[in-house]
């Protein structure tokens, strides 16, 4: 059993008290146990998953919105979540590369769509209650390729793209950059990579397993990137990776155990997740 399994049965064997026992400490306990584990355990996540398991089980009891008083699961975009800081993502992502490459391929052909459904939270909008939505994005879109629609690739570009991909992270790096190219002038060569290598993972709904993991062993060569265990706008566990922002984030969501894209997140400065959306399941159809 790894590390982060553990983590995660002591704290689905946590206790889930009423919401008014909770609410009074719950952000005093919350900052507490982001800030010990962060200064603390900066260098690797594992350290984190193993030193702070018990601080994680206690963060997910603090947090009401995960479940209602009854101790049963929230509806999706019941709440915004918790977060635990869980440090360097480094080791993580490559370990996430090693899971990646072991999974099933994606394929699809000209003609089929990929058919999405997906669940978002927006507190900063007028109608902040969950709002579900229903895609079909054609696989092979000739109006979405060759730079025609920008950086808004078809799947089959994406999927093209993964081929192309060497074994030298640094050439990934640069291969994204030309991808998803700069718009914005004040955006740095980190920032860019960074942007563009999430991009990618988001929008990869096509590939080859061993295609796809070379991107994450790029992301984790990204400096300054870290990850921490979450709830996405489903009520789901997520594993966020993000860089620090000016004033806020902008986290990609993974599922723990697959380690393929859950979702994302954007938080604002004081911690307060603003935007919240979960892929809820992506399929390939005929039409």
Known sequence: MDEMTRVRELRAEAPRPGRDRLVGGRERLLRAARGGLTRRLRSDWRLAAIGAAAAIAAAAVIVPQVTDDRGERALPGAGPGYTVELGSAKGWLNDAADIVAAGPAVTARDGQWI????????????????????????????????????????????????????????????????????????????????????????????????????????????????????????????????????????????????????GFRSVSRDGEVEISGARLTTRVVDG
């Open 115 to 262: 058919h999405t459904e997906t669940v978002e939270t927006n507190t900063t909008d007028d109608a902040p209650d969950p709002q579900t939505d229903e895609r079909l994005i054609r696989y092979a879109d000739p109006a979405m390729e060759n730079g025609k629609a920008g950086d808004d690739h078809s799947p089959r570009e994406h999927y093209a793209f993964l081929k192309s991909l060497p074994d030298d992270p640094a050439q990934v790096r640069a291969k994204a950059r030309a991808f998803f190219y700069a718009t914005d002038p004040e955006e740095s060569r980190t920032e860019h990579e960074y942007r563009a290598l999430t991009a990618v993972i988001s929008r990869s709904y096509v590939y080859d397993p061993e295609d796809l993991a070379k991107v994450y062993r790029a992301l984790a060569t990204v400096p300054g990137v870290r990850i921490a265990d979450v709830v996405d706008a489903a009520g789901r566990d997520a594993i966020a990776v993000y860089r620090e922002g000016a004033g806020f984030r902008d986290e990609t969501l993974l599922d723990p155990d697959t380690r393929l894209y859950r």
